[in-house]
């Protein structure tokens, strides 16, 4: 725990830190401030029981000179004003402290945020891949909030308390010293008793918080994505039910937390009442002067109205702190996740004039598990169109996710007209290529927003837009839409068919004007007929180099050569070579 809060610490920006500075000083004025209301307590109540006694005391003699008073009910209203002065004061104080503590931990909640965010998008692909997106999405949108409020504030409010609690009990210890000892022994050794009886209850609701929280976000992001086969196979029942499990089971771990960090408040209210009154009882019969203890007694009463909320957000920050021990751990375990960043900055310029290369080339997901390919050299010169045909798992898009710097060769080099991609070019690199998956990604938009994926509505090149569409044969699917380009897609474009949201991904990339084209099993759902219009299309429209994945010996009628993978092993061939091929290779 300690290190982790370290490690938070240590991350917080110039600013961030300074901000902290400034809440634990007006820590300081809202603690003095509480000091001084509840010492105009007792004089307060004084004047109003005894106003006699008071104007001819010493210590009022200089306020009855200031304001000219003559008698002693002269001196209720002057009293009463100041003291209405000092809570409004006081008051005032604390709301900006207040204010304070939230904005800094809100903030610090949003750099956190940022910083996982920031550290998933800059991952390299192959981390990307093998990480769970459901825990990202949950730690993103929920455990960050979770560490705002169990982790963050409590952390600066134990700060914001302490300060309170010292300056507020040596204000205690001048009326009474005794009395004071003695209660904040008492009360510090329940809260004591009460934390350790519940900290390792804590400790476990906070990893079952952690692990539902996990849980639940996997099974929303699955079921989303199954919907349509829920639908179908009439499974809505068997979501609900795992889903309402769960999420009852993570409802019913927060409320016991929240019961364990407010229940003691009660019972310390309890014995702070019992305490005023044996103090009334027994203090104020062994006294001669009823009205002086009265006073004194309520003095206490507001005294002890102030302190014990404090004691109250004290162990109510600890047990917080214990509780989200784990989803702390979580957070600072994806923070502390190395994303290149800090190591290499990609700002050297690359460019293609002649030809890709791979040399000696071979690639495995890690070092326990064989090689996808081994030995693999090939050459695609610029304005190229090629192919790489072989079975379901061969190892097809592995390759050309090497070739466009997506996955680091575990041997062997990428070259660009002989210079080595690596760290510090991959970048430019990559913006030279445009990439159409099988599954196209489309956002909940329009389709020209969609085509001009990534550009502000302004900056839109249209003519740009008209080209594309037509190479993509999209210009006969827009003109029958009622809206045309403005038509809404969908979420995930839900409302076009496979064929259409493969073709808006073709004209989404030839958009882009890139020199490199990747077209990964990109026309997969489109009929015989429309995929060669494309291609033909595409070819007039641009001199770009074009790389083809593709089950359909079709797709590769315009490649110049074609790679064939079987069994990690390539071998290149001409169009008319595929016909002694099998059709499934």
């Not at 089971?249 to 044996?278: D, H, M, W």
Request: aromatic residues 10%.
């Amino acid at each position: 725990m300690q290190e982790n809060l370290l490690f938070l610490w240590r991350f917080l920006s110039l600013s961030r830190k300074r901000a902290s500075v400034v809440v634990f000083i007006t820590s300081i004025f809202s603690a003095l401030s509480e000091m001084l209301s509840i010492g105009a307590v007792v004089p307060f109540l004084a004047v109003i029981l005894m106003p006699e006694k008071v104007f001819y005391h010493a210590f009022a003699q200089p306020m009855i000179v200031f304001f000219r008073l003559n008698s002693p009910q002269d001196l209720i209203e002057p009293i009463g004003w100041i003291f209405c002065s000092v809570i409004l004061v006081s008051g005032v104080v604390r709301v900006v402290n207040v204010w304070l503590i939230n904005h800094l931990s809100y903030g610090i909640g949003s750099d956190v945020c940022i910083n996982v965010f920031s550290g998933s998008v800059y991952n390299d692909y192959e981390t990307h891949i093998s990480s769970n997106s459901s825990e990202l999405m949950n730690s993103i949108i929920s455990k960050i909030n979770v560490l705002i409020v169990s982790v963050i504030h409590p952390c600066i409010t134990l700060g914001s308390c302490s300060v309170l609690l010292v300056i507020l009990t040596l204000t205690f210890s001048i009326a009474n010293f005794e009395l004071t000892v003695y209660s904040f022994i008492g009360i510090t050794l329940l809260y004591v008793f009460v934390f350790k009886s519940v900290r390792n209850s804590l400790k476990l609701n906070g990893k079952r918080v952690s692990s539902l929280s996990d849980s639940i976000a996997k099974l929303v992001s699955e079921t989303m994505g199954a919907m349509r086969d829920i639908i179908i196979d009439n499974n809505q029942s068997i979501y609900l039910e795992q889903f309402s499990g769960q999420d009852k089971a993570l409802r019913s771990t927060q409320a016991k937390n929240n019961f364990i960090g407010a229940s003691p408040r009660y019972i310390v209210e309890t014995v702070g009442i019992i305490l005023i009154a044996f103090f009334a009882l027994y203090g104020v019969g062994e006294s001669e002067d009823m009205t002086s203890r009265v006073a004194l007694l309520g003095g206490m009463a507001f005294g002890l109205q102030r302190l014990l909320p404090v004691f109250q957000q004290f162990y109510a920050a600890f047990t917080g702190l214990r509780s989200g021990e784990k989803i702390l751990d979580d957070i600072v375990r994806i923070m502390s996740v190395d994303n290149g960043l800090s190591t290499f900055q990609s700002n050297e310029e690359i460019a293609f004039v002649s030809k890709i290369e791979l040399d000696a080339a071979a690639f495995s997901y890690s070092k326990s598990s064989k090689y996808v390919f081994e030995d693999l050299s090939l050459s695609i010169s610029k304005g190229e169109t090629v192919g790489f045909l072989g079975e379901s798992g061969a190892g097809k898009t592995t390759v050309v996710d090497c070739i466009m710097g997506l996955l680091n060769l575990t041997r062997g080099d990428l070259l660009i007209d002989g210079v080595v991609v690596n760290p510090y070019n991959v970048d430019s690199f990559r913006k030279l290529i445009s990439h159409v998956p099988q599954s196209v990604f489309l956002i909940d938009g329009s389709i020209i927003e969609n085509i001009a994926f990534g550009v502000s509505p302004e900056n839109i090149d249209l003519e740009q837009v008209e080209k594309v569409v037509q190479a993509a044969c999209l210009d006969g699917v827009i003109s029958n839409l009622k809206d045309g380009y403005k038509t809404n897609v969908g979420e995930r474009g839900v409302f076009l068919s496979g064929g259409q949201l493969q073709r808006i991904g073709i004209a989404r990339a030839l958009y882009k004007r890139n020199p490199i084209l990747v077209f990964d099993e990109a026309t997969s759902a489109l009929d015989l007929e429309t995929e060669e219009k494309v291609l033909k299309a595409v070819k007039a429209l641009t001199t770009c180099t074009v790389i083809i994945i593709s089950h359909r010996k079709t797709t590769f009628k315009n490649c110049s050569k074609i790679f064939t993978l079987k069994k990690g092993r390539f071998s290149c061939i001409a169009y008319d070579e595929l016909a002694s091929i099998e059709e499934t290779l």
